[in-house]
């Protein structure tokens, strides 16, 4: 499968800022990938550049195998994109909105009127058509927006916190339409704060922090990176109280706490055999196991693990090199000090 965004070592600084600071990725052909960061983190940024609306630092960044810096006009023809708040012309219903976009993307005449009624059609505006568009609500307001990205076709999608401010039903509606929009083979890049609706709706999550790429794999990968230990609910049919007992004599065990019907066990690996065998040591040890039920980490959960080992790492790594620095001062000042008392 051919590659539809490429960013390699991207970077944008703003004065002392680095914004954007050596990101690199590739997204499939056909691939919906969320672009996931806390506030500040640098997805704007990258995302603006990938648009065409910005120029980086250094580094490149490629849409269709062009280049968005050296042929923008090529790029925009390929690529849909919606910003995190868009500009609006009070005065103009819906119809007039797309009408205009459709002929500045230079569709004509009867073409650009049937584009303009797909468009509506697809993005449940048509009952709205002759709408002002400061008459909107939000919701409508961001199906509006994702029409004028999808005006020209374009073969990539570039969508900045489409569902930023919308209710759970308008929600819902958006990522119905972004799931038709894939299922259709277009690539998506989306970003977004709420991150279990993207586990569903992704192939793949881009975690930026700080500028920097921290993790780019599958909702699942994320879930179980530095996971040593897994958190089952057990269901007993009988006598629930059994399962501490048991907990406590077995290898691999830790009873977290009672329950009703059984209780809640940690397993001390994510190794299926492991799993299996505690398993099968429950039943053949007399315990009637009606439920054994693997305790889902939540995304945001493993996402904030994440960023934790991270700082972690970083303070290793700068109180290792302070006490390379100390070592290498600690014989030099040595040094100066016998060479002083020598004067
Ligand atoms: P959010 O989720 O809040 O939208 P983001 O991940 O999209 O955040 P960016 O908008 O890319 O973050 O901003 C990254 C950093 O770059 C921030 O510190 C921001 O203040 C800074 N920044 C963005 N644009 C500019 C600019 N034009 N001039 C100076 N600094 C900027």
């Not at 640098?42 to 849409?63: F, Q």
């Not at 505006?125 to 076709?153: P, T």
Request: charge should be negative; include cysteine.
């Amino acid at each position: 499968m051919s590659t539809a965004i490429k960013v390699e070592n991207l970077y944008r600084r703003f004065g002392s800022l680095t914004a954007v600071d050596g990101v690199s990725f590739e997204v499939e052909q056909g691939k919906v990938v969320g672009f996931v960061g806390a506030n500040g983190a640098g997805k704007t940024t990258t995302m603006r550049i990938l648009a065409t609306l910005d120029y980086p630092s250094a580094g490149k960044a490629s849409i269709m195998g062009t280049n968005v810096v050296n042929y923008p006009g090529r790029v925009r023809s390929a690529l849909g994109w919606m910003p995190d708040s868009f500009g609006t012309y009070d005065h103009m219903t819906v119809a007039e909105y797309l009408d205009f976009f459709g002929r500045a993307l230079g569709f004509r005449g009867q073409d650009r009127y049937n584009r303009v009624r797909e468009v509506m059609e697809f993005t449940d505006l048509d009952k709205l058509a002759e709408r002002l568009i400061n008459k909107l609500s939000k919701g409508m307001g961001q199906r509006l927006c994702l029409g004028r990205a999808l005006i020209h076709d374009p073969a990539v999608l570039i969508l900045d916190e489409p569902a930023a401010g919308l209710d759970p039903k308008a929600r819902v509606e958006l990522k119905h339409l972004i799931r038709i929009l894939a299922d259709e083979g277009k690539t998506i890049l989306i970003s977004s704060h709420i991150l279990s609706e993207l586990g569903e709706m992704c192939d793949t999550l881009l975690f930026i922090n700080s500028g920097r790429i921290v993790h780019h794999g599958s909702a699942e990968s994320l879930m179980d990176a530095g996971e040593a230990s897994t958190s089952y609910r057990i269901h007993l049919a009988s006598e629930p109280g059994k399962l501490s007992d048991w907990a406590a004599m077995s290898p691999h065990c830790e009873f977290i706490e009672a329950t009703k019907r059984g209780g809640r066990i940690k397993i001390d690996s994510t190794d299926s055999g492991v799993i299996a065998g505690v398993l099968k040591r429950m039943v053949t040890e007399g315990l009637e196991v009606t439920e054994f039920h693997r305790e889902e980490r939540k995304l945001e959960d493993a996402f904030i693990d994440l960023l934790g080992k991270l700082e972690a790492d970083e303070a290793e790594e700068a109180a290792a090199s302070m006490e390379a620095s100390a070592a290498v001062a600690g014989p030099a000042a040595e040094h100066a000090k016998a060479n002083e008392s020598e004067q």
